[in-house]
């Protein structure tokens, strides 16, 4: 471990060395900071999941609306798709108005859109607070990822990175079982969560700093004579990333989708069994991200394998004889997911400044989470295809053992063309 520096004279948290060229951030207001962030990195996953156990109340209740047993479920997905499509939009405007005040702003504006059912009547309302439910969430997701590639630097940015992933895969298990539970009040009262966000609002307004280009000095290729301001926006380096994290989203969430078919096509109907098989993949996804956060390797190194373990798992599920082996093949999936994630993201914020950062992760977000809109449109068409569920897991298989390959040959070509740091003597 490298020794840390004498602390700085300023009432900034102390600040230790990490490489030549990364700072790692500490100190009390650093944790604040870091929790603040992370709660609002989770609040996009309530939303995706808080209202899933009371749909079956929902569409009880609404059983006379023409079309309910499409709008039913609309109000669950249609947040996911809003993100998806606005949040390169939120980029764009995080890095003209500044992260930090679109993130209180749509925070507190989370609140009032995520409580709009308590008292709206109709399932049409309901659902078109549920589209600008993702406006908020479109924001609030790039802002928080953002502010992370703004405060932080290097491995300790990795790290971070690789905790939000966590933190989204074990609050959404948490979230779960509170909306299952306060559901049993009726199915609206899952919706008062949603006004947590406002106690969130105000502690980051006063906790969270305005982030400054001069905080870092890892930006990539960044020289005197290049002002940031003027430079082009990296659309061909980031492009083939946004692409690779669409294919990669469809490879992280289907096997979270479609867990209780594939199991339910094997006789297993008991939503117990059924849950504690799709407890331990998504525990999987978690241990990734823990793997991907202590390794220290890099993104580009950690890609094959990533999408290596998720074809893997999906040739298990495919050739699965009992759900047991099945199972396993599920949580080897979900364990190259965890990996992917933040891999992926990782790979995507080493490509701005940050006067694009902003940006790039909205571009980022928003293809990530268009990949978990189309996953089970997509799934369906490979099982309409190949003739049931498994053969089209066996399809994604060889996809992604394809991408392994090629993301394979690109590690090899990048540790080529990266010469060996050089050897400082001593003075």
């Not at 793997?291 to 074809?311: E, I, M, N």
Request: proline share 8%; charged share 10%; glycine share 10%.
């Amino acid at each position: 471990m490298p020794a840390p520096v004498p602390p700085l004279p300023s009432s900034t948290p102390t600040a230790v060395k990490d490489t030549p060229t990364e700072q790692a951030v500490s100190g009390p207001g650093h944790r604040l900071r870091l929790m603040l962030l992370m709660a609002g990195s989770c609040l996009p996953i309530l939303g995706a999941v808080l209202i899933a156990p009371v749909l079956p109340q929902m569409q009880s209740h609404f059983a006379d609306v023409p079309g309910v047993d499409a709008l039913v479920p609309m109000a669950l997905t249609i947040p996911a798709l809003s993100l998806a499509l606005l949040a390169p939009f939120a980029g764009v405007i995080a890095d003209r108005l500044g992260r930090k005040r679109l993130l209180v702003v749509s925070t507190v504006l989370y609140a009032f859109l995520g409580t709009a059912p308590l008292w709206l009547d109709t399932l049409g309302a309901i659902v078109a607070s549920r589209a600008l439910v993702g406006v908020a969430e479109a924001a609030i997701m790039t802002c928080s990822t953002t502010l992370i590639g703004d405060y932080y630097s290097g491995r300790q940015r990795d790290r971070y990175l690789a905790m939000q992933t966590m933190c989204a895969s074990i609050s959404a298990t948490a979230f779960f079982v509170l909306g299952g539970a306060a559901g049993s009040a009726g199915w609206r009262a899952p919706f008062w969560a949603y006004a947590v966000s406002l106690l969130l609002a105000p502690a980051m307004a006063a906790f969270l700093p305005r982030p400054r280009p001069a905080d870092h000095a890892d930006e990539p290729s960044l020289t005197a004579s290049e002002p940031m301001a003027k430079r082009p926006f990296p659309w061909r380096p980031l492009a083939g990333t946004c692409a690779l994290t669409l294919f990669g989203a469809i490879l992280f969430y289907t096997v979270q989708v479609e867990m209780a078919f594939l199991l339910n096509d094997m006789g297993v109907s008991n939503p117990g069994v059924i849950g504690l098989a799709t407890a331990g993949s998504s525990a999987a996804v978690v241990i990734g991200a823990v793997v991907f956060a202590k390794a220290g390797r890099s993104p580009q190194a950690w890609l094959p394998t990533a999408f290596g373990l998720s074809a893997l798992g999906f040739a298990v599920i495919w050739l699965a004889p009992n759900p047991v082996v099945l199972t396993a093949g599920a949580v080897i999936n979900c364990l190259g997911s965890g990996i992917m994630l933040p891999s992926l993201l990782t790979l995507a914020m080493s490509k701005l400044h940050y006067a694009d950062r902003g940006r790039g992760t909205g571009l980022w977000t928003g293809f990530f989470f268009l990949g978990q809109f189309i996953c089970p449109l997509v799934v369906l068409a490979l099982a309409s295809a190949v003739g049931t569920l498994a053969n089209a897991l066996g399809v994604l298989a060889l996809a992604g053992a394809v991408a392994t390959a090629a993301l394979g040959l690109a590690a090899r070509r990048h540790r080529t063309a990266t010469p060996e740091p050089m050897q400082q003597t001593a003075g």
